[in-house]
């Protein structure tokens, strides 16, 4: 019978599941960064189910593949595991510069000198456009023989029942060769040894072509030629091409090659598109999958590419899982929550008592005209979650109870403490962002109940004031950063009742607020990345950089200073004894200092620090008045 040049099927069909360009996804930002080395793969080759749609049995390569200590689905006939890698380039430049041609056949030079059982492999080339959530690739399942080898095809060869070579493969699942002697009838593992007297190849086949075996057989035939290691000019020997259906089939092959000591080798295997060309494929993940999935991810992406050069040691994940509590949702309130939405902090609370006015969205970024009348903090909260659907956000109506304004109703009053308490207990960071001293002070008492990170933010004309209030403990009050309240030698008193409109409204330049805003979220932010956290020094840096007490601007000059307050020991807000009574008496104390105008002066012991400074006056005006006459000055 006359020879024909054997034809050959693809070798396999790549199938990539969109868990796969996720997890790659995940991988580029949080691991590999600005490398691109080879990744190690696997994946599953399921050669029992393949669709008439296709030539050759189909690999799945998804999520899981990047796992690969992980020995699922487990080895059978129908399914195998194969091993692969994928090259993630850092630019699409890079991807399409890559020498493909040269790339293909060092994955099959290395194939060549691999044992016959373990010339499978896929490799994959990709560049992923993370802000598109586009990805770009290529598979590649590298086939080769010698440019000297010659493969023909004579007769059929005589075997009518393939049954017992599936059961062979079938107990064998990492093998994809094995050899058969007639005269004994019995099948035996591949060696080199007994491949240069085999007579009888026996290969598992991918193809789902009639009579058309899948181009690997190209590997296993070239490591069959080498493997017999003779000088013979032609090796003639049956090949049985072995499939899970009843299309399995055997031919009489003939290997024929000129020159043993030419090594160089035909290589192929990248795959063709849907169009059956040559050319990479590419795949928009915004189209196929839910959209808030994508969002979940490139929200944060920012943030990652921090960690690629700038700065690889950031702790995101701990910005990302703080809860924090905004106290005011104006002017401040809106610029710090975009801040801290910025940073990728997801779970805010917004806490106001005003509506949204006309004259508020303008300087106030997360309302609009329709919001008018509408309650700030829900109104804000309500913002947020469009900007970012994912965000746990919480709106909150609420009075806060303002030192200097006695109590009109105690049972509401009551219940609004109770609340204020429960959110400040459940929350890692407080903001106090309100527009008057009065209504700072008791969350700053809570705050340092709570042992809470408390971030203050306060207006100017033309400047601002930031600072983070120190935390008592019981010890080392010498170091201990004051709060907003220990400059004061007061009790702050009501600073809200017969006020002209100008005194009513904030009236600002209208950059001040996102340059406070901003710093304070900065500050919270370098805060979270020192290990002491809130008790760190002054003179401590985190990974970011300083953690300044007080930073005041000054618009009128374009100044900022750093300052430092120790705390003081008869604050009306952070002294022991101010927090002390709080810890043990709760409402009761709140609801003191509310109705009574000294307590917390008696309290805190400003009560006597008044006395001494008022005696130290009559002591200087009782002195001048005994030198009265004599000039002080020469």
Same mark, same amino acid.
């Given at each position: 019978?006359?020879?024909?040049?054997?034809?050959?099927?693809?070798?396999?069909?790549?199938?990539?599941?969109?868990?796969?360009?996720?997890?790659?996804?995940?991988?580029?930002?949080?691991?590999?960064?600005?490398?691109?080395?080879?990744?190690?793969?696997?994946?599953?080759?399921?050669?029992?189910?393949?669709?008439?749609?296709?030539?050759?049995?189909?690999?799945?390569?998804?999520?899981?593949?990047?796992?690969?200590?992980?020995?699922?689905?487990?080895?059978?006939?129908?399914?195998?595991?194969?091993?692969?890698?994928?090259?993630?380039?850092?630019?699409? @430049?890079?991807?399409?510069?890559?020498?493909?041609?040269?790339?293909?056949?060092?994955? *099959?030079?290395?194939?060549? &000198?691999?044992?016959?059982?373990?010339?499978?492999?896929?490799?994959?080339?990709?560049?992923?456009?993370?802000?598109?959530?586009?990805?770009?690739?290529?598979? +590649?399942?590298?086939?080769?023989?010698?440019?000297?080898?010659?493969? =023909?095809?004579?007769?059929?060869? !005589?075997?009518?029942?393939?049954?017992?070579?599936?059961?062979?493969?079938?107990?064998?699942?990492?093998?994809?060769?094995?050899?058969?002697?007639?005269?004994?009838?019995?099948?035996?593992?591949?060696?080199? /040894?007994? *491949?240069?007297?085999?007579?009888?190849?026996? $290969?598992?086949?991918?193809?789902?072509?009639?009579?058309?075996?899948?181009?690997?057989?190209?590997?296993?035939?070239?490591?069959? $030629?080498?493997?017999?290691?003779?000088?013979?000019?032609?090796?003639?020997?049956?090949?049985?091409?072995?499939? +899970?259906?009843?299309?399995?089939?055997?031919?009489?092959?003939?290997?024929?090659?000129?020159?043993?000591?030419?090594?160089?080798l035909k290589a192929n295997g990248w795959e063709k598109?849907?169009?059956?060309?040559?050319?990479?494929?590419? #795949?928009?993940?915004?189209?196929? #999958?839910?959209?808030?999935?994508?969002?979940?991810?490139?929200?944060?992406?920012?943030?990652?590419?921090?960690?690629?050069?700038?700065?690889?040691?950031?702790?995101?994940?701990?910005? !990302?899982?703080?809860?924090?509590?905004?106290?005011?949702?104006?002017?401040?309130?809106?610029?710090?929550?975009? =801040?801290?939405?910025?940073?990728?902090?997801?779970?805010?609370?917004?806490?106001?008592?005003?509506?949204?006015?006309?004259? &508020?969205?303008?300087?106030?970024?997360?309302?609009?005209? &329709?919001?008018?009348?509408?309650?700030?903090?829900?109104?804000?909260?309500?913002?947020?979650?469009?900007?970012?659907?994912?965000?746990?956000?919480?709106?909150?109506?609420?009075?806060?109870?303002?030192?200097?304004?006695? #109590?009109?109703n105690e049972e509401r009053e009551e219940l609004e403490? @109770?609340?204020?308490?429960?959110?400040?207990?459940?929350?890692?960071?407080?903001?106090?962002?309100?527009?008057?001293?009065?209504?700072?002070w008791f969350p700053t008492v809570m705050g340092n109940?709570?042992?809470?990170?408390?971030?203050?933010?306060?207006?100017?004309?033309?400047?601002?004031?930031?600072?983070?209030?120190?935390?008592?403990?019981?010890?080392?009050?010498?170091?201990?950063?004051? +709060?907003?309240?220990?400059?004061?030698?007061?009790?702050?008193?009501?600073?809200?009742?017969?006020?002209?409109?100008?005194?009513?409204?904030?009236?600002?330049?209208?950059?001040? *607020?996102?340059?406070?805003?901003?710093?304070?979220?900065?500050?919270?932010?370098?805060?979270?990345?020192?290990?002491?956290?809130?008790?760190?020094?002054?003179?401590?840096?985190?990974?970011?950089?300083?953690?300044?007490?007080? $930073?005041?601007?000054?618009?009128? &000059?374009?100044?900022?200073?750093?300052?430092?307050?120790?705390?003081?020991?008869?604050?009306? /807000?952070?002294?022991?004894?101010?927090?002390?009574?709080?810890?043990?008496?709760?409402?009761?104390?709140?609801?003191?200092?509310?109705?009574?105008?000294?307590?917390?002066?008696?309290?805190?012991?400003?009560?006597?620090?008044?006395?001494? #400074?008022?005696?130290?006056?009559?002591?200087?005006?009782?002195?001048?008045?005994?030198? @009265?006459?004599?000039?002080?000055?020469?």
């Open positions: 019978m006359s020879q024909s040049t054997m034809k050959f099927a693809s070798p396999l069909h790549s199938f990539l599941d969109v868990s796969f360009f996720q997890e790659l996804a995940r991988l580029k930002l949080d691991v590999l960064k600005l490398q691109s080395q080879e990744v190690p793969l696997w994946a599953s080759l399921d050669l029992k189910h393949i669709p008439k749609a296709i030539n050759s049995a189909p690999i799945t390569i998804d999520k899981q593949s990047f796992d690969t200590d992980n020995v699922l689905p487990k080895l059978n006939n129908e399914q195998l595991r194969i091993e692969g890698t994928i090259t993630n380039f850092n630019t699409f @430049e890079q991807f399409k510069e890559l020498d493909k041609q040269n790339f293909l056949e060092e994955k *099959a030079r290395k194939l060549q &000198n691999k044992d016959i059982n373990k010339v499978v492999e896929f490799h994959i080339i990709s560049f992923a456009d993370l802000k598109k959530y586009k990805f770009f690739y290529w598979v +590649c399942i590298p086939c080769f023989e010698p440019k000297n080898l010659q493969i =023909t095809v004579g007769g059929p060869a !005589k075997i009518t029942d393939y049954t017992k070579f599936q059961e062979w493969f079938a107990l064998h699942p990492t093998q994809w060769v094995c050899l058969f002697n007639g005269e004994k009838d019995e099948l035996n593992e591949y060696s080199v /040894a007994s *491949a240069k007297s085999a007579k009888t190849l026996i $290969v598992r086949d991918s193809s789902n072509i009639m009579g058309t075996p899948s181009a690997l057989a190209k590997n296993f035939l070239s490591k069959f $030629v080498e493997d017999r290691g003779i000088d013979e000019r032609d090796i003639n020997v049956n090949v049985l091409f072995i499939r +899970c259906n009843s299309t399995s089939f055997g031919v009489k092959v003939t290997l024929s090659h000129d020159d043993k000591k030419d090594t160089s598109n849907l169009q059956g060309k040559l050319i990479p494929k590419v #795949i928009d993940l915004s189209d196929l #999958i839910d959209p808030l999935k994508v969002v979940d991810q490139a929200v944060d992406l920012n943030l990652k590419l921090m960690k690629w050069r700038l700065v690889p040691d950031i702790n995101l994940d701990i910005i !990302k899982e703080s809860k924090v509590l905004l106290l005011g949702s104006g002017t401040l309130g809106c610029y710090v929550a975009r =801040t801290l939405m910025a940073w990728g902090v997801r779970k805010i609370t917004l806490v106001d008592n005003g509506t949204v006015s006309y004259s &508020n969205p303008v300087r106030q970024p997360l309302f609009e005209y &329709n919001d008018y009348g509408k309650p700030k903090s829900e109104a804000a909260a309500a913002a947020l979650k469009r900007i970012f659907p994912l965000m746990d956000v919480s709106g909150v109506q609420l009075n806060v109870s303002m030192i200097g304004h006695p #109590i009109a403490y @109770e609340k204020l308490k429960e959110l400040i207990r459940t929350h890692d960071a407080i903001f106090l962002l309100m527009d008057s001293r009065e209504t700072r109940v709570e042992g809470k990170i408390v971030i203050n933010a306060a207006l100017g004309f033309d400047s601002y004031l930031v600072m983070r209030h120190g935390n008592y403990s019981g010890n080392n009050e010498e170091e201990r950063l004051g +709060c907003y309240f220990c400059n004061d030698v007061m009790v702050p008193t009501d600073s809200l009742t017969d006020r002209t409109l100008d005194e009513m409204c904030t009236v600002t330049r209208p950059g001040v *607020a996102l340059m406070a805003a901003s710093q304070a979220v900065e500050l919270f932010v370098s805060i979270l990345q020192h290990k002491s956290k809130n008790d760190a020094g002054i003179h401590e840096t985190s990974i970011l950089g300083e953690l300044p007490h007080q $930073v005041r601007g000054f618009l009128n &000059n374009f100044t900022t200073l750093k300052l430092k307050m120790p705390a003081y020991k008869h604050c009306s /807000a952070c002294s022991p004894a101010i927090i002390e009574a709080c810890k043990e008496n709760g409402w009761s104390f709140l609801k003191e200092a509310l109705n009574n105008a000294d307590y917390i002066e008696q309290l805190s012991g400003l009560e006597d620090i008044k006395k001494e #400074i008022e005696n130290i006056d009559d002591g200087v005006f009782e002195w001048m008045d005994e030198d @009265e006459g004599e000039e002080l000055i020469q």
